[in-house]
Nanobody, 121 residues
Framework: QVQLVESGGGLVQAGGSLRLSCAASGRTFSSYAMGWFRQAPGNEREFVAA????????YYADSVKGRFTVSRDNAKNTVYLQMNSLKPEDTAIYYC??????????????WGQGTQVTVSS
């Protein structure tokens, strides 16, 4: 089992920045990739970004490319999502997830509880 705890959400004005953190514990060696997803009210959960633990390859949704940056600290078993130039449409609950193998865009094995991000116009 892998436990994931997100932090760093909050309220920010449009154009501002936030950094989300996701601390992983448990059998973290079994994780291949870490992903960030978000879900706005009335919408399905969508992929935002992902990073491979080994090698550090990163992947982004087109809607956040150039504004968001995903990174990792292997020593701390922590993944970050730096969000810049935030827009009201970025408002959502953001979830951290971990998976053992396969595509980074879907079918994750473990999920955090989520953290709310609200961007005011």
């Amino acid at each position: 089992q892998v436990q994931l705890v997100e932090s760093g959400g909050g309220l920010v004005q449009a154009g501002g920045s936030l950094r989300l953190s996701c601390a992983a514990s448990g059998r973290t060696f079994s994780s291949y990739a870490m992903g960030w997803f978000r879900q706005a009210p009335g919408n399905e959960r969508e992929f935002v970004a992902a990073i491979i633990w080994r090698g550090g390859n990163t992947y982004y949704a087109d809607s956040v490319k150039g504004r968001f940056t995903v990174s990792r600290d292997n020593a701390k078993n922590t993944v970050y999502l730096q969000m810049n130039s935030l827009k009201p449409e970025d408002t959502a609950i953001y979830y951290c997830a971990a998976k053992k193998s396969g595509s980074v865009y879907y079918e994750y094995d473990y999920w955090g509880q989520g953290t709310q991000v609200t961007v005011s116009s």
